[in-house]
């Protein structure tokens, strides 16, 4: 760095030492009308300009300072002075002052000057086509600039700077001038030569006891080593991103209580003669690149294997090859040797608590759970008294209650040995109470239906956990970019107010829905509209339709799902989150039909009449349900309660293939109810912490209790069985996010961190009474991808990614089904316009028929990995390849591995 920028120094210092012509000079006129070694007073009688191309003469004369009538001495500073004032703009190769005329006391001037070569156009060579877009937007040369050597200089060094933050340490910059023969400009052709990629082959600390080189690389979150099993990481070398890793390194020794760790020195370097040949062994392929150069050197290198000869012959041998691009190949990488002087381990000792009125010492203390002894960690310290991101520090205590200008400040009061004394120095202030509560950003949403979302309001006292949990529950509408969200707090300790505004960025909500899935032959698609900000009210109003009615938080869809003559479905549904505006009760409305085939029509031609096709089957389901959801307050507020009724008529016509009746009807009476808690984090797409917990009960009514109907009597058909179908089911569910690498956005740049999701779950379906037996419908079927061809008969399929669909259950299903999974995901882009992430899992699943078969521990497992890409207008697009791990005995011809392919939202997931 310090050689960049002696020679960027040089380049503008060469620039202010061009000649320029600081004399006066008579233009045609005896020189004996000027007595250099007798200064006199002259009246500037007019000043003209002479050789100005680009510029205003006018300007030029108002920069000199010379006006007409001013009095001067000639000669005289004024002169030096003028040209000096022209020589700063750099816009000038010559620059003149002559005498034009004296008459009397009198005197003429004419400033002549020769501009600067202005930029024609610019070339840049020896790089990619996006890589030569990227730097004209950063050398920002444009047609018409004057060319100095200042511009030639930072141009060079910006150019160079470009390519070394990509990892080519060995950057070459030339820029050629030529002038442009057609027009009066420089043409500037830039030529770079980057040379190789420079990648880190090792990092290495010397000096360090206390902690091994493994956890210490693990500091280096930018700056690592090149390694093969390593996609994230390319090994380049970046010297801001070393600056702060280095940073970080010494904050890991500070959080073991080495507090005055240091780095003694740190050297960079490439490697040797002898080291390269030790890299040549290492790297195998690389290093026969160089052996099979030459036949010479390829001999030489098997008689080494061979141990006939010594590795010295072998590199000497490399050496005399006469090939520079390929004997600098271990060129490519550098070493980082880093002397560390750890210092000695510190410890905490007495803690006392100074300025606390609303909280007892033993209070706080309990809050900051340091113990005497405990290792000294200025990181956990931080955390404990400002940070921590559970909400258990002493400035959330007092914020939460209202003391908004609330500070504390550790003091070391003595460092004896390796013990340290704190004074925890408080101000407690009074509480602030807010006062106005504003919203910026929602050109779309309407301003009630954002404001019915945040917890602080106008009159309460400040809380910090309101305004935390206000942020999550916004961009857990979907309406806004989570990472564009904003809170500003503008206290006013005079009055003891604050004033909060929220600032928010729409993103698109509503999707067209295009899901598809592919089973038992056939592929079966769904296209469809989600309104996911609907306004119902302004559906009538004319001016509202921009190019629809929305802003109110109302959700409407419009579903149409088909696979031609074998299966059609439709569907729609309407959700009001705030039913009468005032508290956070759901109203949801839906109504469906389906029907299934065989794929024969419905009616014929027969002797010139329509009748009904007797070799058709169908399954037809008609369905409508109301649902009410809540808010509970306890246990806490992440807690929902959804209630729903629901009503499905079957009727089947020769459909014997599932069900153990083909012909007749089936009415499904149920009321549902679902127990839920969801405090998920960040994105609604990628999660990135939190968790989703939910029990649910679904029950039909007893009639077998009140009916009058001997089940036990072997002439009831199944038809009158099933005629009110009766049943009880439960599922619990639980999902996991876990943050792995906790990193925070740096400088507006998304924080792409590493998440593992885990989920469980179970499902059990029941009758009330023996006789009556399981229910055929509402069945669990396990395998695939969970949408499988046009099966959407009242069962609910499960995904289990590795095996064909519905390969884990019997053919008429299973009552009894658990699935665990375990998914380790990375965002590629977490950008609202396009979400995508990939991931790698491990699952398992099984399902069966009767209790006493129930095994949780005996599962079908499977492992691969996939990628999911949401773009606002269309969901959720996922693509899996899985592979199964065990066998399935009913199955034994399945393939071993299998691709899975959805669009839309999460589909068959338990």
Known sequence: MYKKLVFLFIALAFSFTTSAQEVIQLGGMDSSAIDFSNPQEYEIGSVTVTGAVHLD??????LTGLNTGDKIMVPGDKFSTAIENLWKQGLFEDIQIKASKIQGKTIFLNIVVQERPRLSKFALRGMTKSEADDLREKISLNRGKVVTDALIASTEYTVRRFFIDKAYLDTKVTIKKEKEEKEDGIVLTITVDKG?????????FIGNKQLGTFKLRRTFKETKRKRWWNPFNNGKFDEDNYEKDKK???????????????????????????QRLQFGKYLGAGYRRIVHGTPMIAQDYHRVIKGKHSKYKLWKSIKTFKSVRDTTFYKRFITIDMYVNEGN???????????????????????LNIKKGDVYDQENLDTKLYSNPNGSDVSSLYMDDGYLFFSVTPVETMVTGDSIDLEMRIFEGKQATIN???????????????????????????????????QRDLAQLGYFDP????????????????????TVEEKPSDQIELSGGYGGGRIVGTLGVSFNNFSGRNFFKKDSWRPLPSGDGQRLSIRAQSNGLYFQSYNISFTEPWLGGKKPNSLSVTAYYSIQTNGQKKRITSDGEKILNPNRQS????????????????????????????????????????FSFSNGFANNIYYKASVQRNSLQGNPIFPSGGSQIALTGQWTPPYSSFNGVDYSSPTLTDQQRYKFVEYQKYKFTTTFYTNLTNKKPVEGKEARNLILKTSAGFGFLTSYNQKVGISPFERFYLGGSGLTGYALDGREIIALRGYDDQSLSERTGSSYITKYSLELR?????????TIFILGFTEGGNSWRKAKEFNPFNVYRSAGVGVRVFLPMFGLLGFDYGWRLDDVPSNPGMQKGQFHFTIGAAIGEL
């Open 57 to 62: 003469e006018k300007v030029i004369i108002l």
């Open 619 to 658: 399954l037809d389901i008609f369905g409508a349900s109301v649902g009410l959801g809540k808010r509970l307050k306890w246990p806490d507020d992440y807690f929902t309660l959804y209630q729903e009724l629901d009503y499905q008529y079957y009727t089947l016509n020769n459909f014997g293939s599932i």
């Open 483 to 502: 990472e564009k969200m904003n809170v500003i707090p503008t206290p006013n300790p005079a009055n003891g107010t604050v004033d909060i505004e929220y």
């Open 826 to 834: 990375f965002p590629v882009t977490t950008n609202p316009q396009a």
């Open 345 to 367: 381990k510190y410890y905490f000792r007495n803690i006392n608590w100074v300025g606390n009125a609303k909280y007892s010492s033993k209070d706080l203390s309990n809050v």
């Open 248 to 274: 970080a390194f010494i904050a890991k020794y500070n959080s073991k209580g080495l507090r005055d760790a240091t780095i003694v020195r740190d050297t960079m370097y490439r490697n040797n003669d002898k």
């Open 196 to 204: 190789h990629k420079i990648k880190i082959k090792n990092i290495n």
């Open 436 to 470: 106005k509560v504003t919203i910026v950003g929602n050109t779309k949403t309407n301003d009630r239906v954002v404001m019915r979302e945040i917890r602080t309001r106008p009159g309460q006292l400040f809380r910090r956990s309101d305004v935390i949990r206000t």
